[in-house]
């Protein structure tokens, strides 16, 4: 069944242009930061291709509110049903070619066929949808029409979704299961509900026979005979309409179910549309639902024989489980959206850095101790009434040792912009190495040649600042371990009042200990460091280590 092979989207809410090829991918996850536009695009194309005529547009739909600039949304389909094989629009028909995965204006023997759908408001606010070819002109395809492609979408308002009324999954997976037969030419929901009208006729209301007998004898005395007054329910007070009928958990309508169960209701229906060809949007997947469900959510997805499924996600559970190669990665700079995929080289560093998927910027830190510097910059920037990381779509991931450089180079192929916060101690077994990263534009904020970052603390900081990071070291180690690691790094013993001495050896050891005998890696040991240089940041303007801090400032803030 259908599969959106192409998009188009213009002046559409947050969107001014927006164009991307899907091809033959039956899941698509969108992911990006929460103005990346990911919901707009999954209502652009709910809105294409629904079953509904009466859809009310307003001035707020437009791009930036500008009416003067049509919203214009284009889907071109492969995998058609058989309703639009038909003479009805077998002149619009376009060609697809499986072995490229371009789609022609002409079909030939060797195409497959395609049909491109248009959805037109202008500032009249009068919706217009139509089939588009490049060859005739338009020709307008009706609700009834667009129906067949069996398009819904679960959002916060899922509950219409267990009505067996016309437009919903219900009602359209019933039309599948009785296609060919007489039940399809009648309204089955309303045929439902008349037998049920029946039945409940034929039932004895025994409580209310006294009553009636009462009123039978009283109306015969005076002339009229209604000996056939029985009681039931009056037509006009059920309202046989076809959304009265939906479904329950034993009595309990689902509609009454918590937040979480009726998204995954819906879903589970939705799952069904998909595996007989339907098209499905979800938007937020993981919302309401524990990360086990979550996950198992998205493996079953990926196992539909067919159909196609359009999800967002700002879950890291989510794109953890899905191959990379199904996630489509958002951005939107005034209105000109992009996507970009990750192919299945990439897979790698979605699971290890799932949150940088998320992110405008990228901070990747060698080890646990720049990123526990980095948290307490963030914490000195709200102090100092600058934006916070996450106000500006800043996120700092672990580049964990060595691999910090391929991770920021696979990040910066898929797009997104990223910097290095790393020693200068071990770039002979880089690779990429650091220059190639300058080559392709990813700034290294890094230390003086040679020295870790806990080096460079002990070489610039104060004395008194030393002592403190000293003094924190044997709180968590012991004084007997700290001591000893210090004085293998000296030449003879430590004096008695070595704490009070500040002499370069005593410096370089310390560095040196540190480093070697990982006080700091840890990410709230990397906190503390990062706290202490914030509270003599002015101090230290002559400082290594305040040109590296600055410097990442001076990156966030461009």
């Not at 906190?527 to 202490?532: C, D, M, Q």
């Amino acid at each position: 069944m259908a599969i959106i092979h192409s998009l188009t989207i213009k002046n559409f809410r947050g969107i001014k242009e927006f164009q991307h090829e899907f091809y033959s991918k039956d899941l698509v996850c969108l992911i990006g930061r929460g103005d990346s536009c990911k919901t707009t695009i999954l209502d652009a194309i709910s809105l294409l291709l629904s079953p509904s005529w009466n859809i009310n547009f307003y001035d707020t739909d437009f791009h930036n509110c500008d009416i003067e600039n049509p919203i214009e949304i284009e889907g071109t389909l492969i995998n058609l049903p058989d309703y639009f094989l038909k003479e009805t629009y077998a002149l619009q028909l376009r060609g697809y070619n499986a072995l490229t995965g371009e789609i022609d204006n002409e079909i030939t023997d060797e195409h497959e066929p395609a049909i491109t759908l248009k959805l037109f408001v202008d500032k009249d606010l009068e919706p217009s949808w139509t089939i588009i070819d490049g060859r005739n002109e338009p020709k307008d395809i009706s609700a009834s029409a667009r129906s067949k492609l069996n398009t819904f979408m679960v959002s916060d308002y899922t509950e219409s979704h267990f009505s067996w009324s016309k437009g919903r999954p219900l009602n359209s997976i019933l039309k599948q299961e009785k296609t060919g037969t007489q039940e399809e030419e009648k309204n089955i929901i309303i045929e439902a509900l008349r037998e049920a009208k029946i039945k409940i006729d034929n039932n004895s209301f025994q409580d209310f026979d006294i009553v009636v007998d009462k009123v039978k004898k009283s109306a015969k005395e005076l002339g009229i005979d209604i000996s056939e007054t029985k009681t039931t329910l009056d037509f006009k007070d059920i309202s046989i309409k076809d959304n009265r009928v939906c479904l329950h958990d034993a009595n309990i309508p689902f509609r009454l179910k918590g937040k979480g169960s009726k998204r995954l209701i819906s879903i589970a229906i939705q799952s069904i549309i998909a595996d007989l060809g339907g098209i499905v949007l979800i938007d937020e997947v993981e919302q309401g639902l524990e990360p086990d469900r979550v996950k198992h959510l998205v493996r079953t997805f990926e196992k539909l024989s067919s159909g196609q499924i359009f999800i967002t996600t700002h879950s890291q559970n989510v794109i953890e489980e899905l191959d990379s190669e199904r996630l489509l990665l958002l951005s939107n700079k005034n209105g000109k959206c992009t996507g970009r995929e990750c192919p299945i080289e990439f897979q790698d560093i979605v699971r290890a850095c799932p949150e940088a998927m998320f992110a405008k910027k990228v901070i990747v830190c060698e080890g646990k101790t720049e990123l526990g510097i980095c948290r307490a910059m963030d914490e000195d920037r709200i102090k100092n009434e600058y934006d916070s990381f996450s106000e500006l779509g800043v996120v700092c991931v672990l580049g964990e040792g060595n691999n910090f450089s391929s991770r920021a180079m696979k990040l910066h192929n898929l797009g997104i912009d990223v910097c290095v916060f790393c020693d200068s101690d071990v770039d002979g077994t880089l690779n990429p190495s650091k220059q190639e990263l300058t080559d392709k534009g990813i700034k290294i904020f890094d230390c003086e040649s040679g020295n870790s970052i806990e080096q460079q603390f002990t070489k610039d900081m104060p004395w008194s600042e030393i002592s403190k990071i000293v003094n924190y070291s044997i709180h968590e180690f012991g004084l007997h371990s700290i001591t000893q690691s210090i004085e293998n790094n000296v030449s003879g013993k430590l004096s008695k009042n070595w704490i009070e001495e500040d002499t370069q050896e005593l410096r370089n050891a310390i560095g040196k200990a540190a480093k070697t005998k990982d006080w700091f890696k840890r990410i709230d040991h990397g906190e503390f460091l990062g706290n202490l240089y914030f509270k003599n940041e002015e101090t230290l303007v002559e400082t290594q280590l305040y040109s590296q801090l600055t410097d990442i400032h001076n990156w966030i803030e461009e």
